[in-house]
């Protein structure tokens, strides 16, 4: 048996900030990792990282002059060249810290303050005064006739480890992951068909945004079957045949080189046993928490996408800021200040939101004032080469503060922060609109944008 004052299960964005924090600090931490090929958790290796590297590639495909599939090859090693890269430079900063050790294995708790830690070496308890949960989330995989992953059926933690060129590819779900692949896939070239069980597109989205963003997909030359039910996969020597039923309930079938599962994701906590710590679990299988993220079990925390609610790596970060408030502060930053939360969706080019929009405001009764600019006005988007879009902002009518942005164009996903921080410092649309901004920049578009008179 080890003992030791902290112990971390899971090497996410949380986790590995808060066991370099504490050691620096001079106590003892444990961090444990089920799996090697994630040391520094879904982002670096099988999340945003790889999947941006790839959007890149692809949104550059056309300046190449090589076939789709030896780019798209070159591309796919390429990223795996940077990700085993990050990947030990992750493990290579943590492990370095003063005071902080590293085991691989599996833990599952055996009581409420130890762990145990399964590994090809064999089994290590661990007793630790402090315990905190990172093991983050999978991908749900539905039980669907003929669905078993494969070399040609895939989530999107292997998909893009595929290097042979997908000709075609059924993308099950329309959600984050299944736009984001839309986009990247469609412009390595691939054929690429969308299925989703909700008939409407982007449905907490302003209409006119989302029939951009669909306007734009189809353009890059993705295909939509929405409001099917997929009931069927059937894998032969040449591709996967992919049953479904049409939004009349008819049955028809069409052929694809691979299939990308995109339907959502669940928290990993079905190998920790909750239950032998007395850890209560939610419905689907998230760990409830209450605002300084501690679990209804003292001295065991849950932080990052494992407790529930939105699923980013930024937030997991953020979570780390509220332990380290929690455990070394006055405990004055938690859960209920965090302000507003920004996201992107790394279409090409991205839709990035904060706070309201119009269908919301109108739902709130929000009485507010509406700007908007098409991208196409903006000089830097012609630069780019991609005048696709709108950005629209609201803006409160009495206080002139900003009530949301919703931007879709290139750029979006870095404009968007200008905005969170006039949200959260309470600083006026004027102002925004009156900076001096550099130029050529889209960022220098908030100019126009916000002369609403
Ligand atoms: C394809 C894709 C694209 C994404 N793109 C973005 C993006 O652009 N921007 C963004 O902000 N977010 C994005 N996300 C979401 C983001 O990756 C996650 O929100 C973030 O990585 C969550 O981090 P975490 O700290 O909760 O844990 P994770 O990084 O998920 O780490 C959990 C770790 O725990 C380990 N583990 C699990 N169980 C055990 C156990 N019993 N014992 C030991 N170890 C265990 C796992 O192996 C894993 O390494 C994306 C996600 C995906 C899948
Ligand atoms: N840019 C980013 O920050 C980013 C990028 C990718 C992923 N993520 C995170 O990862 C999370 C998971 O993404 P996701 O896209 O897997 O989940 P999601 O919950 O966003 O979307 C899943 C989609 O699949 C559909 N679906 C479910 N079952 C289906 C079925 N049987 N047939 C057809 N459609 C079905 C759902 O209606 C939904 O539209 C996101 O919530 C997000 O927080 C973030």
New binding site residues.
């Given amino acids: 048996m080890e003992t030791v004052k902290n112990l971390i299960i899971g090497f996410g964005k949380a986790g590995k900030t808060l066991a370099g924090f504490l050691g620096s600090k001079g106590e003892s931490v444990i961090l444990v990792e089920k799996d090697k090929r994630m040391y520094g958790g879904t982002c670096i290796n099988v ?2 990282i790889p ?1 941006k590297f790839l959007s890149n590639k692809a949104t550059l495909r056309k300046v190449s002059s090589l076939d789709n599939e030896t780019y798209y090859k070159h591309a796919v090693e390429a990223k795996k060249d940077l990700i085993a890269k990050l990947n030990k430079a992750n493990y290579d900063k943590v492990a370095g810290v003063p005071n902080v050790k590293v085991i691989d294995g599996t833990a599952s708790f055996v009581s409420a303050n130890t762990v145990e830690v399964k590994s090809a070496e064999g089994n290590l308890e661990i007793q630790a005064e402090r315990i905190f949960i990172n093991t983050g ?1 999978v ?2 995989v ?1 039980k ?1 006739e003929g669905l078993n992953l494969s070399e040609r059926i895939h989530t ?1 933690e292997t998909i893009m480890d595929l290097e042979v060129f997908p000709e075609s590819l059924a993308i ?9 692949f839309t986009s990247t896939y469609s412009l390595f070239g691939s054929k690429v068909t969308v ?4 008939p409407k597109f982007l449905p907490r989205d302003d209409e006119d945004i989302a029939g951009l963003i669909m306007d734009e997909l189809k353009a890059q030359g993705a295909a939509f079957l929405l409001g ?3 009931v069927r996969f059937e894998e032969a020597s040449d591709g996967v045949n992919v049953y479904f039923e049409n939004g009349q309930g008819k049955e028809e079938v069409k052929k694809f080189s691979a299939v990308l599962v ?4 669940r928290p990993d906590t079905q190998e920790l046993s909750l239950d032998k710590a007395g850890v209560k679990v939610g419905e689907r299988g998230e760990i409830p928490v209450n605002d300084r993220l501690e679990t209804n079990v003292p001295n065991i925390y849950a932080l990052g996408d494992v407790h529930g609610g ?4 930024y937030l997991s970060l953020d979570d780390f800021r509220i332990i380290k408030s929690v455990l070394f502060n006055d405990g004055k930053y938690n859960l209920k200040e965090r302000k507003h939360i920004p ?4 279409v090409v080019p991205s839709l990035a939101k904060v706070g309201m929009n119009e269908m919301e405001a109108k739902a709130a009764g929000a009485s507010y004032k509406l700007a908007k600019l098409p991208v196409m006005a903006i000089p830097k988007a012609k630069i780019l080469g991609n005048q696709t879009g709108l950005f629209k902002v609201l803006i409160d009518e009495k206080t002139g503060k900003i009530l949301g942005a919703n931007l879709f164009g290139v750029e979006a996903h870095e404009v968007i922060n200008l905005f969170t921080l006039a949200m959260n410092e309470g600083i006026s649309y004027e102002s925004l609109r009156d900076q001096i901004y550099t130029h050529p920049t889209i960022a220098e578009s908030l100019n126009d944008l916000l002369n609403i008179g």
């Fill in positions: 999340g945003c999947s989330l991908p749900v539905p669907i999107s099950i779900g329309s959600g984050y992951i299944g736009l984001e299925f989703g069980d909700n099917t039910k997929v995109a339907t959502g994701r939105l699923q980013f790596t996201f992107n969706v790394f």
